[in-house]
């Protein structure tokens, strides 16, 4: 029997506010080891206020968050796990690309020298030339080469996308990709609001909004539980009678119910019966399902307020 | 439960681990390039009033022997508002722990101080012995009585009076350093009421303190009291000579503890700042 594994990362009734705004509240999720997550969710939807806490660099004000089950905030033997690249590529002044790696190689205990040096050639970014005069796409790519050779056990990567071309972007997912088959150990969080862009890469997903948990589930698990079930109108809401709607829409006279399962098994049922056709949801579609609900969620809760 | 971060904190040590190593390198890069540059520019303008001298278009005075204190001090001020802010930031981005970022702070401002100290007696001991080497070519423009030395003399003098001082002048280096820190941590934390406060301590000083005794004074004039008069002046004078004695006899002390209590300070400033803004 397996033994069981401490989560990456465990979030457990994290709030957190700034002045009025609420940016967390009470956020509980947990990220298995070796995989690749993305933490979805809209701008402003406290995406970056929990990559502060999880990397130690802000104190949650409730609630508590663990890294391989240490607690996070000034804990060397956790943070030292870690590898946060931030949305905005910050150099700390330095002059070249060869001294941020100088740099690196004593932050980081893992460390890959010769992997970030491929790297910065896979970007194709000159070494020695002044960073300042690097383009934002020129810069991101620099962070992201330091994270991914920096060995780092979980490494994350907020917006990484910022400023990057299409075929730096597909080259930097194929490098993810590549980067966790070489250490299956390391785990990757990357947090976006382009859904569909990092979709191929993930793993999982925990999506927010408002800084609440909308889901968080294995992709897999997202293609079992969330469906779009379209049809004859009336054969479409006789099948799907019970299930949680989240959309619907009518397009051509026939019915398209966007909806949660109860369980997996509802789905093979409704595969066999072949009344009805059904495809998983496309997760960008149901990242906005869920956040328009929520939306309408807090909006009762506020008025009722 | 298996735990994957285990064989990480086994097999590396606190160094490796706080990325102490990796934060030093940070602030090598960063700082000491201009505690170089500081003293090569020091080289500089010795050398030039050295030339000018030569050439007799101006007179030179051996007067910098000792190692450049003033001018080590500004450059860990100058370098401690850069560490508090930009340096600080860097480092926290990537997740490292605020104690190492903290330590390696103070001792890479430390260590700045020291390098520059120790250039500016290299610096000194250079222009000296030029000084001294030139003195016989051109005795009318270079006073003082210490170019009659042979130039081996010079330097076992020089050498002999900055051994007598440094450990001093390391000592207040370190001191200075760490109220410095502060200073600039709390600049970092809280501008407008460290301002404030940098301003308004020695303002309500002088209010409380030189201003009712000014009063006192007018209005003993006003009344014309002479023998009055006196005794407050003298009772005056007599409060600032003790203040003034008991500060230069335990100064040691006094900044000593200031420093400890600033390097504490600055700490716990550091720690409870939110960065990056």
Not at chain 1, 160 to 187: C, I, N
Not at chain 1, 210 to 219: F, N, P, T
Not at chain 2, 178 to 187: G, K, R, S, T, V
Request: proline share 4%.
């Amino acid at each position: 029997m397996q033994k069981p594994i401490i989560p990456a990362l465990e979030v457990e009734a994290l709030s957190h506010r700034f002045g009025k705004t609420q940016a967390l509240d009470n956020l509980t999720f947990a990220i298995a080891p070796g995989r690749i997550v993305g933490l979805l969710g809209r701008n402003g939807a406290g995406k970056s206020t929990l990559l502060r806490i999880v990397s130690g660099q802000l104190k949650a004000k409730d609630g508590d968050a663990w890294l391989f089950g240490q607690r996070i905030y000034n804990n060397t033997a956790a943070l030292s796990s870690l590898c946060m690249i931030g949305d905005t590529p910050d150099f700390g002044k330095l002059k070249n690309v060869k001294q941020l790696l100088s740099v690196c190689d004593g932050l980081f205990p893992g460390w890959d020298r010769e992997r970030a040096i491929q790297l910065i050639k896979l970007f194709e970014l000159p070494i020695t030339r002044p960073l300042k005069g690097f383009s934002r796409g020129m810069q991101t790519a620099v962070m992201l080469a330091v994270g991914l050779a920096s060995g780092a056990l979980l490494t994350i990567f907020d917006e990484p996308s910022l400023g990057l071309d299409a075929v730096m972007r597909e080259r930097f997912y194929d490098l993810l990709l590549e980067e966790k088959q070489r250490h299956p150990e390391r785990t990757f969080i990357l947090s976006t609001h382009l859904i569909d862009e990092v979709a191929r890469t993930l793993d999982g997903a925990v999506m927010i909004d408002k800084g609440r948990l909308l889901c968080q589930a294995e992709l897999s698990e997202f293609g079992r539980i969330y469906m779009s079930v379209s049809g004859a109108p009336e054969v479409v809401r006789q099948e799907t009678d019970g299930m949680t709607i989240l959309r619907e829409e009518s397009i051509a006279g026939s019915l398209v119910r966007h909806l949660r399962l109860n369980n997996a098994r509802e789905g093979e049922r409704l595969m066999q019966e072949g009344k009805v056709q059904i495809a998983p949801m496309n997760l960008q579609r149901l990242f906005v399902f869920l956040a328009q609900q929520n939306s309408t969620e807090t909006m009762a809760e506020e008025v009722e307020a | 439960m298996e735990n994957r971060l285990a064989p990480l904190v086994e097999n590396h040590n606190w160094f490796t681990l706080s990325r102490f190593g990796g934060c030093m390198r940070f602030h090598r890069i960063r700082k000491y390039g201009l505690a170089l540059l500081l003293a090569l520019l020091m080289l500089i303008v010795q050398a030039l009033e050295l030339t000018l001298a030569y050439f007799g278009i101006t007179e030179y005075r051996l007067t910098a022997q000792m190692p450049d204190l003033p001018f080590a001090l500004a450059l860990v001020f100058c370098l401690a508002l850069r560490t508090a802010r930009q340096d600080t930031t860097f480092l926290l981005r990537f997740g490292t722990p605020r104690t190492s970022v903290w330590l390696s702070n103070v001792l890479s401002l430390l260590m700045a101080g020291v390098l520059y100290l120790l250039l500016s007696i290299v610096v000194n001991v250079v222009s000296g012995a030029a000084a001294v080497a030139l003195y016989p070519q051109c005795s009318d423009i270079f006073v003082a009585q210490r170019y009659q030395l042979p130039v081996g003399e010079f330097l076992a003098m020089l050498l002999g009076d900055v051994w007598e001082v440094l450990p001093w002048y390391l000592l207040w280096l370190l001191e200075y350093t760490c109220i410095i820190y502060l200073l600039a941590c709390c600049l970092r934390r809280w501008k407008g009421a460290t301002i404030a406060v940098l301003v308004g301590v020695p303002a309500l000083l002088i209010t409380l303190i030189v201003l009712p005794t000014l009063q006192g004074v007018a209005e003993a004039v006003q009344s014309s009291d002479q023998g009055e008069l006196m005794a407050m002046l003298f009772r005056f004078l007599g409060w600032l000579e003790k203040a003034a004695d008991f500060t230069a006899e335990n100064w040691q002390w006094i900044q000593g503890g200031a420093a400890f209590v600033s390097l504490v300070l600055s700490y716990l400033v550091m720690r409870g700042t939110r960065q990056p803004e």
